[in-house]
Each structure stands twice: as C-alpha cells, then as structure tokens.
C-alpha cells in the first residue's frame, strides 16, 4: 500500500505504508541510532513525534518485549528505508511490522530516509502528516499540519498514580515526567527503593513520604508547558533533598531557578553525542534524544553553573547547582539505547544522597 | 606544533614487503600518519625496505630509508638520523615487533628515544598472550578457556583437561600465521610445534573453541587523557572459525540488538582503557548466538587492516588521529576533517550498509587448498557501500574481478539436494554461491544455518537475492520488477541474462521506467551535519548528492582494485601520483576504486572520490553523472585498460595511449607486423584457440615452448611445456579461467631478461633506466630478483635497447608510459617478448632508484607536454653510482597446497628493495629486506635436477669455501662427489632416517636450493620438501641463477654491518 509523508512546507515522500493505516499529523524528527528502535518507539519522550531512523536497515533483530522503555509505543509513526522481513536474534519475539500494528502506530518504508534528514536539518524540524491517502490538493492539508502542535504531552504519559518498587537502600522519588523504564531499573540495580510519583504530585506530598533523594525524569514536549511542576520543583530545591534530574526534568529543574529553554534548530537525537565534563574536561559519549535546550546565561551563577557542554556545538548538556546536592544532564544516562559510559552518574547520585543521610543523621 | 612540544623529530616504521596477512592497508595507514605528523611541522625519518609504496616517496617523509626492516638496520638509522621519537603502531605487526625489540633491549632509552603513541608496556600487555589473559582477568573480560603453551606436552595436557577442538594461535605474529584448528591428537601435535616456532617469544595459546559464534570486531581509539571511542564495529558474516582477513565482513552490525552492541563496545572501552592504549587498537570478541554469552578473542594495540576498513566504511581518518594522538593531542582538539564543525571526539554513524568481501589468490595456485581457518589467506580485498546490504553484497562480488557479477557465478546447480547439503558443510571461499543454490533448491534457512552457523538474517538476505533472480527469470521486467532488482544492484549483464533480453535492452528499459544510480556521500554522521566530502557511493533508492559543476576540466582516474598476485600497490602507487599530478596541473581528479586498503581511496587524494567496482555499469553510472572531459587508465593496471573500450564507447575520452593501440600490443598478428615493420626481433609463436592448435604449434616450432592466455598480467596461466601432455594440461586450466581470448604458444628462448620503463610523447622517449634480472628468462619478471642499473651489458646492447624501445613507442603511439621485456641471447641478439603500452609493477621502484618521477612525467606527456619541455634529456637517462637490487617476496608458507617452484607465472606478493654502493651489499640488503637470512647455522641443502647438478658445483664450492656445510640428496651427492666436492648426502623422504625431512624439520639448515624437474615429471616428493621447508620458514631457492645470486652477497659478509644510506644520499638529482 502506497503512503506518503507530507512535511509542512509541502515536501512529499513516498514509500510504502506498514503497521496501522490511520492517518497522523506530528512533528517529524530524526534519530542517528543504529540499533535500539525497540528503546526508541517506546520512549515516552517521542510522545507527540514521529522518528525518521536515519540507519537504513531497521528490523534485523525483531522485538523484545524486554527491550521497551515503557508498556507500548509513544512515537505517532516509524519512519525508515528497509524494514527486515524477518527477525534474527535468539530472543526475538516479534517482527517490528507486527509490533507497529499491535500498538496501532502507522509506519512508512521505502523513503529515501537520508534527502528527509538533510531536509529536516536544513529546514529545521518541522511537522508532518502520515497517510495512505494521495491528496490531489495539497493546500488545505499543509494548513491542517502547520497547526499541529504538542501539547499535554506530560500529562498523557505520566503514570497515573503512585507506584513503589521495593528496595533494600535509598528511598528515591522519582517524578515520571514520560519516564523510561531503564531509570528506575538504574535505581533499583544500585539497590534503591524507587517511589514512582505522578508528573503532577505536589512536592509536600512528596516529601512527606520522606525520600533520601529525588529523581526527575526524562519527558515530552516543551518544557516550558510544564508550569505547574516548575512551580512545585522550586520546592523541591528549597527542600534540600538530594536531587539528579535528566533531560526534560534537568530543563523543568533549570526553568525553576531562572534559566530559559528554547528549541534547537532540529535536536539532538541519537548516540554518538559527545559532551565535555567541564570539570574534567574529559569528553563522554552519550545517548541523546531532546528538541529543547536549556540556556544557562540567565541562570545566577551562585545557583548553578554548567556541568556538561555538548562538543559539536556547545550547548548546555548539564547543570551543577551550587548550594544544594542537585546535578542535573540533558543527556541519558540510562542509555537504552545508547553507551553506557555516563551510567556512573547514578553512583554519583548515590553518593549525593549517602553525604545527604549522613548530615541528617548528624542533624 | 605538536600538543607535547619535546617532540621535534619522528621515526616511523613502515611494514616491509606486502605479504598476506600484511598490505596495502599499512602504506595507507602509514602515509597518512606521516602526513599528519608533517602537518605538525615535525621532522619524519621513515624507514621501509618496500619500494612500492608512497610512503617511501621523499616528499612524505622527511628522511626515507629503504633499508631492510630488522633490528641492525633500525639501530643504524637511529644512531644517525637521532630521532626524539618512535611511532611504532602504524606499520603493522612488522614495525611494532621491531619496536619491541629495540625497546626490550634497552637500546631506545639508551638513545634517549620515546616509544609515542601506546606504550612498550601497553604493547606487550595486548601482544603477550599471558600478560593478556591476565589484564582480562583482572577486569572481568571473559575469554575461552586457554593455556599459554610453551611446549607440546602443555598443550596435549590442556587437551585432555577440557577436549577438542581446539583454537591455536601463536602470540606476536600477524595474519595468524601458523595458527589453525585442531580437532584431534596429531593434528594438535603438528599445528602447535609449528606455532611455538613462528611465535617471536615461542608461545602459543591453546584455546576451547567457539567455532560458530558470532565474530565482532570494534575499532577504538583512546587518547592520552583517557577519552575513549568507537569508531565502528563490524560483524563477520562467516562465525568465529575462519580469520577475519578471509571473512566477509559487514559493517555496521546487522544482527546485534542495543543490548549486545553496548555490552560488548563498554567491553572495548573498558579493555583499551585498561591497556592505557594511547590511539588505535582494534578489539576482536565472540558472540554467543543463543546468549549474551561472549568473550574477548584478541586486541591489536596497533592500527589493522581492520581500521583501514574501518577508516573507508566510515570515513573517520583513523591513522590521522592515531598519529596526532601520540604527539599530545585529544580527541576533541582534533577536527573531523569531514564536517569541519564537529571533532574526532565523536562515533561515526551510517546510513549505509558496508560490505567487505577477500581477494584469494586460488586462481593463481590452482592447486592449493581453498579451504578457510583460521590462516589468513587473502592478498586482497573489495569493500562496497549501498543504501541495502544485498546492494552492498552484489556490489563487493562483482568488485572482485573474478568473473563473478552474482550469486549465480559459481554454478552448483549439478548437485543433488543431498550433495549440496554436505558440501554447505565446506569452509571455502565459494561457500556464499553454495548457499544461494540452496536458497534456489529451497533448504530452509534455518538447515542452512546449523551447517554453516552463519546468522539467519544474512542467508534471508541471499535467499532476497535469489528470489529475484527468479523472478527476472519468469516474469516480464516492469517498471517494479526492475527497480527492486536494481534496488539490489543486479548489473544489467545478468538481468540480460536472466530475463534473456540484450544488455542494450535493459538499459533501454531503465531509460524508459528512468532506472538511474544516483550517488549519495560518506560523511560519517547520517546527514546530522553539513558536509563537503566528496566520497561517494552509488544506490538507486537515493537523491544524487553529488555537485558537478567545475570551472576545471574533469578527468577520471580508473583504480586498480583488490590486491592480488600480479596487481598489488604498485598500481595504486601509479593511480595516486597521477591523481597529484593531474591536480597539480588544475585538472579536476576522480578517482574510481573499491579497495578498501588502498592510499587512493583516502577522501583526500583526488578532488573527489568514487568508491565503486571497477566495470562497464559502474563506471557509466558516474560518467552519467559527472561527464568527465577524459579519463587515464594507463595507472590502473589491467582492471583500467579492460575498460578502456567501454569508456570510448561511453563517449569518454582516453587520455594517454589509446585503446587501439593497447590491442595493437596484445593482439597477437597486429603486434608482429609492428615488430617486423621496425625489424625487430621477438621469439616466434603461434596464435590459437584448441588444445589441438596449441599441441600442432608447438610441435612446429619444437620444444619447450611458452603457452599462455591473452590479455592477463602477472602472467596467469602462463607455463612452460615441455611435452605434448604439459600442454594438454595448462591448457585445460587456461581455458577454465578465460574463455573467448586467443592463447599464445611462443618458443622458449633462454637468455638474460632485461626489462624497461619508459615515458613516450609520441617523439621520443624518456628511460629512467634498464633492470635486468638476475634469473634467466623463463622465471615471471614479478617472481625475479631485478638489478638497477644492468650489470652485464654492453654498449651495443644498451643502444639497440634504447632504439627498441623508442621504435616500438613511436609505431604503437605510445602517450605516457610503456614496458617492454626483452630477452638478450648469449650472441647479444636482442629480442621483444612482451611490450605493455601502461603503467608497470616496477614502475614505483625505478621511479625511486633514479630519482626521476615517472609518473608525473608521462601525466604531463599525456596532458600533451613534450619530453624535451620536462627538464630531462630524451633517451637513456645517466647510469646511477649506486645499486639497487628489487627482491620477490612469496606468502607461500600462508598457502597450503601451493607449488612455491617459480615459473612463468608470477607468485610473489610483495618485494624488498636493496640499495647500496656495491652490487654484493645492494644483494644482501635485498636479501635481508625480503626476511631472508642466509647465515644462521651455516647449513645448507642442494636438491637439484639433472639439468642443473654440473651447473651447480662452483656455486657449491664457493659455499663450502665460506663455510657452509653442505648436504645434497643421493643424485646431487653423486655428482658433487665426482667432481670432487665433499658433501653429506641426506636420504630422501622414503629412506632411512634421518631424511632430509628431519633436517627441515629440527630447523638445521639457514636454506635450501632446490631446483625442480621441469613440466610434467613433477616429483611428488620433492613438492613435500618445499611445502615443508616453506611452511618451516626455511628460504627455498628454485633456480641457480637466485642461488648464485645469494653467493655474491655473501661473499661480502666480512664487510658487514652494512651502512644505512637515506635513499637521497645515494640517489643524486639526475
């Protein structure tokens, strides 16, 4: 069956429809990974986007139900060039054909995946709309897309109440903001008890469950939305609990002390990313996957001061605050899919919050 | 100014002669390393004793040294040249075994000179197989269950502990040399004694198998502060079993999951990190198939033939960075030649499939063993990039040159269901055509998986492959039909034959449904960044990338492809200084190739970069595109000239020679009415076609007589006959591997050979020098040993030489560069054998020993220059003061089943270069250079035919006066005997012990001269003692003439140690 792309500024691409066949309108972005599409539909941070795998042969290894960030797919539609008839890995389950149609998610193959991406790096991300129907006129449709926005994107993936994962060690909150599975299970790995809280809880409710640390997660959508968690996570650092934020909830975290957020020209999505230690200056591979950015400059250097930097082009990829046992990344250090090689930030954490019990006790 | 600003002054170690397991890949990696260090404003001293390289052009280094790469050399060169630094991890494991040595034995520190770049220490961690073992122990890195075996006994101990089979590999040498699979007692017994004696520190591990895992090679690169990456991995598609040389290779993974990539690249990074590797290394593991099950199968602390292919799939300069890392620099201070925005500090990714297929040289050994392990056997290889991997793979096979362009080359069709099964089982290089006949006979994959254990994905993709096929085969070629084959990247040739239309049809047909390649760009990060690299590779499901407008004129560069006997670097060496030249001249250089391996194929050689097979569709698709003004193929060897009517007939225009003139040379009636029109004189010959003309036309011109296909380099198929039956024989082999071509059968003149390079404008032309061989006519000039300048001619000769050569340059129009190999009789008459109107083997080294840059020169002449307007006389340049002697190189002891007796086809694999002031030191060092070393125990053994046995007896005494002890079999003692010369005689294999066997086998002997009966009597026995010689690393020499060769340069031992000489001190400006 014939599909077609059509970006906003009119641009089609034609391949071949798979999974569902509902027609869907999201922003199109692209991500460098040349494994992980499990961990990567099923992230919740795609809520509201599309993915174009710039790898072109997707599907080798089949699906591990395993392998999900969290229970379904959150990205609107796959975009790729070849997908495998066949799934070859001794713990595959599933095709990634079937998979797309099990979780009702349309996907197209057969584009020329590399002219949408150097389009989508040129234009800028931008939306586009998923369909099998061939439009004669394509002017009322290329309004219909231009319109499309992302919106309450948190509150969709969020988890709807409070769930706790047992542990021998810390208690850590962790406020799933469209988290993946592979933070809590960093946690728990480390021996903590995870506390999963609902992206809109109040911070008294929070505390008063008396965490040893907190955990923001990774999330959807433009952080500046998010006005009402901002507020409470202002709180949260008052608080003075121990606190390791990524991504979306590194942004919220920032956006709360005084620093702004804005948009890059068409994200950084993949992971092979490079950030600089800037107290090190040792360089990391990491996975990344963020439109929005946050910009340091407004933020007073006695609160915090950047962490990370991002090697290519030097935006801001983490944040050390200053007077409280809160560090923050843009960057996922959970990986899945990605290196490991920042996975050690959650030691750091822990050792945040065994400093942070100590002095209590001390108190 | 390097990072570590102590550093002024950088010795780097090339890799010495090409052998398997060790080629082009080092000049790549070593002439970019020095580049990059000359980058730096540093001082670079190379030493390397293979003229054909271009690293050993002066203007790459400052300092070259063609000298024998052994540790007395190296030490010269230091004491003279007191280099602050050595660079040791870019020459292969030749230059790092070197290093070691002068490391270990304190002469470095002595001399107040830095190992840079990974440490001594880091070196002998990675290299030694117990230190290894141990480091991986200490960092939870599992490896097999392994034994560090010292002596048999150990080994046959470990055996019955944990069984068969089992993995042996000999630590510190390259190419698994002397490696293999024992599967039994005896086996074991033989693979291990052989191993412990080709280990430099006489260890070998004994390892449980994994045969069948899956095999995963990750290339990283780690600086001085610790950070680390990957630049890409690449899966074997054939398991764990058979070497990663002779593997076909894919990159990226296919088949790994998110999970098992990262397990095993943190695994690669915590290795390196460990190690404290300081720039490439390249870290190979096995992959459980049903688990995340794996472990650590080697590391190389130094850059492989891995990273080059690493370096061209991805485009990440691997060598550079390596090199800039040892002077101080890291990752993130060195910029990403490609973007120009980002830094090496990041991982390349693809948005291609890349597929890497081995060069074997079995159509050369006929009789060898085709079969895989883990011996690397390769002297080659193709790399193809597509947006699919069955694109990529159909791209890789037709890249070969082998007369494959599909899955259905090799026709296995004649086997039954049952028959086909149990020959899947086979490890050889036509597995992949064995497997695709299954597919087309229905096996199910998953049958063909537990034979062959290759991955499922892989035999869908050939099973895709083969569903095509039928498909074009039964049903009307659509408009979908065709794209989905071309998709594929079926050629035109088998969609002609498969759907029975004309290759005219098909491209008719894709005119019509506009069916065109277009050409998208390596730029390592999927199109995340802007890029300007013009690296290119062709797929029909892409939008052209590719920017043609130029205010330059274009002209197109035809490269040489794989590496194989016959066709090795000097080609691409030719390819690249035409490239320089024609850009120095403002022309806009594309280069065509598919070795990955290759200097020509670096992004930044010519203006732009198309790496593609090297055939008619290939090369239109981007004369499609591109529309060059012209296009040389005088530098590509034969794979270049073959297309030359293609391209005429693609409207390209020819620079240089043209094609016809080409044919006038090769074809056999045109050629000999030139020669009689120019009254010279060549051996007479017959040109035919049966086996019964061939047998007629000997008998006419009476025997031994020379018989050998048309149209070939390095003389394949060519043999001298004897008798009737040899050539009923040759001609059957002939004819199995070139078909239509006409076959020469020539009489056989014995003589001295005299072989000549020279440039022509059509006028005159120009001849750097005269070479002439040491071995008589009857030996391929690749196999001779070649001295610069001849020794023994006399005037008149060199006059009608120089006349020969002008005439016959001038009647075939000769635009560029010719060859010419002639023959000089014991009359001093002078005939032709053979005139190539192209680019030769010995082209780099005469070019190197005179000083004078050949093919710079015939690129002017071709732009249309004059010999008189280039700064040189016309005619025979002045005979250099100094001596250069060219020595063959043989990767016989990697061939089992190979006849290493030399003949008219040619069989080396690399060469070694001699120059000094006297023709004995010149000999010695070439000697030396080619790994010879011809005074160990002063032991030595004849073995001779009846023709030679008189011939040999002062060559015999002069051996006996400088103290060789001699030993000879009952025939040769005989003879020595009468003439009364006191030898041992040995008994032959069937006698008594001790045989001449035992000696070969207890390492007695420093070498053996061992001429074989010639033609059909060949003795069994006397093949054995070669094989086993060979593969015992003793040097076996098959003609007198190299035999006596060998006797001059030791004549002159007393004068030992030789002086090194930079190749400029000897070499004056003409």
Same mark, same amino acid.
């Given at each position: 069956m014939e599909a077609f792309l059509i970006l906003e500024d009119g641009t089609v691409f034609r391949g071949r429809g798979i999974g569902a066949s509902h027609e869907v309108i999201s922003e199109i972005t692209f991500n460098t990974s040349m494994t992980g599409y499990v961990e990567i539909l099923t992230d919740p941070s795609y809520a509201g986007q599309s993915i174009v795998m710039t790898y072109p042969l997707i599907g080798n290894y089949g699906i591990n139900h395993q392998d999900k960030e969290s229970e379904k797919i959150w990205a609107d539609a796959l975009i790729v060039r070849e997908i495998s008839r066949i799934s070859s890995n001794f713990r595959s389950e599933d095709t990634l054909e079937h998979f797309l149609e099990e979780n009702h998610i349309p996907g197209i193959v057969h584009v020329d995946t590399r002219a949408l991406t150097k389009h989508l790096r040129r234009k800028g991300t931008m939306n586009g709309m998923i369909t099998r129907t061939s439009y004669s006129n394509l002017s009322p449709i290329l309004s219909k897309i231009q319109q499309n926005q992302i919106q309450d994107v948190v509150e969709k993936t969020t988890v709807k109440q409070k769930t706790v994962q047992k542990g021998q060690g810390f208690r850590v909150a962790l406020l799933d903001l469209g988290a993946k599975q592979n933070i809590a299970a960093s946690l728990q790995n480390l021996g903590c008890e995870v506390w999963t809280y609902p992206a809109f809880t109040t911070a008294a409710e929070i505390l008063a469950d008396k965490p040893d640390g907190m955990m923001l997660s990774n999330g959807p959508g433009d952080p500046k939305e998010c006005i009402s968690i901002i507020k409470e996570l202002k709180s949260i650092y008052d608080s003075g609990i121990p606190v390791f934020a990524i991504c979306l909830g590194h942004q919220l975290m920032a956006l709360a002390m005084g620093a702004d957020t804005y948009k890059l020209k068409y994200g950084h999505r993949g992971g092979n990313h490079p950030v600089k230690d800037l107290q090190t200056n040792k360089i990391t591979m990491s996975s990344q996957n963020h439109g929005y950015v946050v910009n340091a400059d407004k933020l007073a250097k006695e609160i915090a001061l950047p962490a990370f930097e991002h090697v290519n082009d030097r935006t801001n990829e983490g944040l050390l605050y200053q007077k409280r046992p809160i560090f923050s990344v843009q960057f996922h250090p959970e990986a899945n899919p990605g290196p490991r090689d920042l996975a050690y930030l959650f030691e750091r954490f822990m050792h945040q919050m065994e400093v942070y019990h100590a002095e209590k006790k001390r108190d | 100014?390097?990072?570590?600003?102590?550093?002024?002054?950088?010795?780097?170690?090339?890799?010495?002669?090409?052998?398997?397991?060790?080629?082009?890949?080092?000049?790549?990696?070593?002439?970019?390393?020095?580049?990059?260090?000359?980058?730096?404003?540093?001082?670079?001293?190379?030493?390397?004793?293979?003229?054909?390289?271009?690293?050993?052009?002066?203007?790459?280094?400052?300092?070259?040294?063609?000298?024998?790469?052994? &540790?007395?050399?190296?030490?010269?060169?230091?004491?003279?040249?007191?280099?602050?630094?050595?660079?040791?991890?870019?020459?292969?494991?030749?230059?790092?075994?070197?290093?070691?040595?002068?490391? #270990?034995?304190?002469?470095?520190?002595?001399?107040?000179?830095?190992?840079?770049?990974?440490?001594?220490?880091?070196?002998?961690?990675?290299?030694?197989?117990?230190?290894?073992?141990?480091?991986?122990?200490?960092? $939870?890195?599992?490896?097999?269950?392994?034994?560090?075996?010292?002596?048999?006994?150990?080994?046959?101990?470990?055996?019955?502990?944990?069984?068969?089979?089992?993995?042996?590999?000999?630590?510190?040498?390259?190419?698994? @040399?002397?490696?293999?699979?024992?599967?039994? *007692? *005896?086996?074991?017994?033989?693979?291990?004694?052989?191993?412990?004696?080709?280990?430099?520190?006489?260890?070998?591990?004994?390892?449980?198998?994994? !045969?069948?895992?899956?095999?995963? #090679?990750? #290339?990283?690169?780690?600086?001085?502060?610790?950070?680390?990456? !990957?630049?890409?991995?690449?899966?074997?598609?054939?398991?764990?079993?058979? $070497? !990663?040389?002779? @593997?076909?290779? &894919?990159?990226?993974?296919?088949?790994?999951?998110?999970? #098992?990539?990262?397990?095993?690249? @943190?695994? %690669?990074? /915590?290795?390196? !990190?460990?190690?404290?590797?300081?720039?490439?290394?390249?870290?190979?593991?096995?992959?459980?198939?049903?688990?995340?099950?794996?472990?650590?199968?080697?590391?190389?602390?130094?850059?492989?033939?891995?990273? %080059?292919? %690493?370096?061209?799939?991805?485009?990440?300069? +691997?060598?550079?960075?390596?090199?800039?890392?040892?002077?101080?620099? $890291?990752?993130?201070?060195?910029?990403?030649?490609?973007?120009?925005?980002?830094?090496? @500090?990041? *991982?390349?990714?693809?948005?291609?499939?890349?597929?890497? +297929?081995?060069?074997?040289?079995?159509?050369?050994?006929?009789?060898?063993?085709?079969?895989?392990?883990?011996?690397?056997?390769?002297?080659?290889?193709?790399?193809?990039?597509?947006? /699919?991997?069955?694109?990529?793979?159909?791209?890789?096979?037709?890249?070969?040159?082998?007369? &494959?362009?599909?899955?259905?080359?090799?026709d296995f069709s004649g086997l039954s269901l049952a028959e086909l099964e149990k020959d899947l089982e086979i490890t050889d290089d036509l597995r992949l055509f064995r497997i695709a006949q299954a597919c087309r006979k229905k096996i199910p994959l998953e049958k063909i998986q537990e034979i062959t254990q290759i991955d499922l994905w892989f035999l869908d993709r050939v099973l895709y492959l083969t569903e095509i096929e039928e498909e074009c085969r039964n049903f009307p070629l659509t408009k979908e039909l065709l794209y989905k084959a071309k998709k594929a990247e079926f050629p035109d040739t088998v969609l002609a034959r498969l759907s029975k239309k004309t290759e005219d049809e098909i491209l008719a047909l894709r005119k019509q449904y506009d069916i065109f390649a277009n050409f998208n760009m390596v730029d390592t990060c999927a199109a995340e960044f802007d890029a300007e690299t013009p690296y290119y590779y062709s797929c029909f499901d892409g939008t052209n990338e590719v920017k043609t407008e130029t205010t330059k004129k274009k002209v197109l560069i035809i490269g040489s492809g794989p590496i194989r006997i016959g066709q090795g670097i000097e080609f691409d060496y030719c390819c690249v200084h035409s490239a320089w030249a024609l850009k120095e001249a403002g022309y806009e250089t594309i280069m065509v190739n598919s070795n990955p391996e290759t200097v020509s194929t670096d992004f930044d050689i010519a203006d732009k970069l198309y790496f593609e097979p090297l055939t008619k569709e290939d090369i239109a698709n981007i004369v499609r595109i591109e529309k060059p003004d012209g296009a040389v193929v005088q530098f590509g060897g034969q794979t270049a000239i073959k297309l030359t009517k293609d391209l005429t007939e693609m409207g390209v225009e020819i620079w240089g020679t043209q094609g016809e003139d080409v044919d006038a040379a090769e074809d056999r009636e045109r050629f000999d009415q030139i020669l009689e029109n120019c009254q010279i004189p060549r051996p007479k010959g017959e040109t035919v076609y049966t086996t019964e003309e061939a047998v007629a036309a000997a008998k006419r011109l009476g025997y031994p007589v020379l018989v050998r296909p048309s149209y070939v380099l390095g003389g394949q198929g060519m043999q001298i006959a004897l008798f009737e039956q040899d050539i009923v024989e040759f001609m059957s082999v002939i004819k199995r591997y070139d078909s239509g071509y006409p076959i020469l059968v020539d009489k056989y003149l014995m003589g001295k050979e005299i072989e000549v390079d020279a440039v022509s404008d059509g006028e005159n032309v120009l001849i750097p020098g005269i070479m002439e061989h040491v071995e008589r006519a009857g030996i391929h000039s690749g196999d001779s040993i070649s001295v610069y300048p001849a020794q023994s001619l006399n005037e008149k000769v060199i006059d009608c030489l120089i006349s020969y050569t002008k005439k016959l340059a001038l009647a075939l129009k000769v635009k560029g560069l010719l060859n010419i190999q002639f023959i000089v009789d014991q009359n001093d008459e002078v005939y032709v054998i053979e005139v190539n109107p192209r680019s030769s083997r010995t082209v780099p080294y005469i070019s190197k020993v005179t000083n004078i840059p050949l093919i710079k020169l015939a690129t002017q002449v071709i732009l249309g220059r004059k010999i008189s307007d280039l700064g040189y006389p016309v005619g025979l340049q002045k005979k250099a003061s100094h001596l250069a002697v060219k020595m063959p190189v043989f990767s016989f002891e990697k061939i089992r089943g190979a006849e290493i007796s030399l003949g008219p086809e040619m069989k080396s694999t690399g060469e070694a270069l001699g120059i000094a002031k006297t023709f004995s030191e010149a000999l010695y060092k070439a000697f030396l250079g080619a790994g010879i070393n011809p005074i160990k125990t002063k032991k030595m053994v004849m073995t001779l035919n009846d023709r030679d046995k008189e011939d040999a007896i002062e060559l015999t005494k002069s051996l006996q006066d400088l103290g060789y002890q001699i030993y000879a079999t009952p025939g040769t003692a005989k003879v020595f005997t009468e003439h009364q010369l006191t030898v041992s005689k040995i008994n032959k294999l069937k006698e008594a012990s001790p045989t001449l066997m035992d000696l070969i086998l207890q390492q007695e002997i420093d070498f053996i001269v061992d001429t074989p009966a010639q033609g059909k009597m060949k003795n069994k026995d006397a093949f054995l003692i070669r094989r086993n010689a060979v593969e015992a690393g003793i040097p076996v020499f098959t003609s007198l003439d190299t035999a006596n060769a060998l006797l001059v340069s030791l004549q002159h031992q007393e004068e030992r140690p030789f002086p090194v000489n930079m190749a400029e001190d000897l070499i004056e400006k003409n």
């Open positions: - | 100014m390097p990072k570590r600003k102590e550093i002024k002054k950088v010795m780097m170690i090339g890799s010495g002669p090409i052998v398997i397991g060790q080629a082009a890949e080092f000049d790549y990696a070593g002439t970019q390393a020095c580049r990059a260090l000359k980058e730096e404003g540093l001082e670079v001293v190379l030493v390397n004793s293979n003229p054909a390289t271009i690293m050993t052009d002066t203007d790459i280094a400052d300092q070259v040294y063609i000298e024998p790469l052994t &540790v007395d050399s190296l030490k010269e060169i230091i004491k003279r040249e007191k280099p602050d630094s050595l660079l040791a991890t870019l020459g292969g494991q030749a230059a790092l075994n070197l290093a070691i040595e002068l490391d #270990e034995c304190g002469f470095l520190q002595e001399q107040g000179v830095n190992l840079i770049g990974t440490s001594a220490q880091t070196i002998k961690r990675a290299e030694d197989r117990l230190l290894f073992k141990e480091t991986m122990e200490k960092i $939870h890195e599992p490896c097999a269950a392994s034994l560090i075996a010292q002596t048999v006994d150990e080994g046959l101990q470990f055996a019955k502990e944990i069984g068969y089979p089992l993995i042996l590999r000999p630590a510190y040498t390259m190419g698994g @040399s002397g490696g293999g699979i024992a599967l039994e *007692e *005896e086996a074991l017994k033989e693979i291990l004694s052989n191993g412990l004696r080709l280990s430099r520190v006489g260890q070998v591990l004994v390892e449980r198998s994994i !045969t069948g895992w899956k095999e995963i #090679e990750y #290339e990283v690169i780690r600086d001085g502060k610790g950070n680390c990456i !990957t630049v890409c991995n690449m899966e074997n598609i054939d398991p764990v079993g058979i $070497h !990663t040389g002779d @593997s076909i290779v &894919v990159a990226p993974s296919q088949t790994l999951g998110d999970r #098992e990539y990262q397990m095993l690249r @943190s695994a %690669a990074l /915590n290795i390196i !990190t460990e190690l404290d590797i300081q720039g490439a290394c390249n870290v190979q593991f096995a992959l459980n198939p049903h688990s995340f099950e794996y472990c650590v199968i080697e590391v190389n602390p130094r850059v492989s033939r891995s990273s %080059a292919l %690493a370096s061209k799939a991805t485009g990440y300069p +691997i060598a550079k960075v390596a090199a800039k890392i040892a002077l101080g620099y $890291h990752l993130d201070e060195i910029p990403n030649a490609i973007t120009k925005k980002t830094f090496a @500090s990041f *991982e390349p990714v693809l948005d291609y499939c890349v597929v890497k +297929i081995p060069r074997f040289p079995f159509d050369k050994f006929t009789y060898a063993q085709r079969t895989l392990g883990t011996q690397m056997k390769a002297t080659g290889e193709v790399m193809s990039l597509c947006t /699919n991997f069955e694109g990529a793979l159909m791209k890789a096979l037709r890249s070969l040159e082998q007369n &494959v362009d599909s899955l259905l080359s090799y």
